[in-house]
């Protein structure tokens, strides 16, 4: 076995667990392989061991490695900060972004989707509370948000993203994954249907599955660490 493929069913014993421990099913949980800086034999390594989604962060990478693996039939997700000049290349190679997080950015990208290709799927990025990056729109801002990216033709509004601040401290992750679900929640109820929650990376899946993650973003504990630029 590969290091990539034992990698790969450990995390998925910690998905197992910790949605049991949640009362949920662990098939609600959904891998997301984020691959940003490993090379597209990486990539090849956990498709041979039946992972089929993957996560990029920076646009020129990311369409290298979906333009050389096409023919895997994978499903690419950008989850990085995506600037209004670089949305073309990510309509056109992704499957997904996580990201968006203002509606210039949802408006480009579902002008800029190719025709022939069915509609891209969203995930709005919200910053709760406490979270470092300055990426997200903010919690007040996300209804209206939600809304108006919903009414755009090439999109398909899935669900929402957070990327919490690192803390080893298990219940300040709770928190802030609780609030994106609470948001998340109440977007369901004013008639959207969202049906993705993206929250939790190697060192918090058990709190963010807790609190009612549907896809898990899963780098370094599948690949490795990162070299650090
Ligand atoms: C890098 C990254 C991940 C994966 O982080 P790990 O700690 O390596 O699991 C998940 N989500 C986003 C948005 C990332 O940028």
């Known amino acids: ?10 995390v998925h014993a910690r998905i197992d667990a910790a949605a049991k421990a949640a ?19 990486s990539v090849r390594a956990a498709a041979a061991a039946g992972q089929r989604a993957f996560g990029e962060n920076y646009v020129q990478e990311g369409c290298e490695k979906a333009g050389v693996l096409a023919g895997l039939g994978l499903d690419w997700h950008f989850i990085g900060p995506l600037q209004s000049n670089k949305t073309r290349p990510v309509a056109e190679a992704f499957d997904w972004v996580h990201s968006v997080d203002r ?19 969203i995930c709005l990025q919200v910053n709760v509370s406490g979270e470092a990056s300055k990426s997200g729109c903010t919690p007040a801002a996300a209804p209206a948000l939600a809304h108006a990216v919903a009414a755009l033709p090439r999109l398909r509004l899935r669900g929402l993203m957070c990327i919490p601040e690192p803390t080893d401290d298990v219940a300040a992750q709770r928190r802030s994954f609780h609030e994106l679900h609470r948001i998340y929640e109440r977007l369901q109820h004013e008639g959207l249907p969202l049906d993705v929650l993206s929250m939790g990376m190697s060192h918090d899946i058990e709190a963010a599955i807790a609190e009612g993650a549907t896809l898990v973003r899963v780098g370094t504990a599948i690949f490795g660490e990162r070299n650090k630029p």
């Open 23 to 41: 009362g949920r099913d662990p098939v609600s949980v959904s891998l997301l392989a984020v691959s940003k800086t490993w090379p597209a034999d």
């Open 1 to 10: 076995m590969t290091p990539i493929s034992a990698n790969l069913q450990a």
């Open 103 to 121: 509606l210039k950015i949802a408006e480009r990208l579902s002008a800029q989707r190719p025709t022939e290709m069915p509609p891209l799927n």
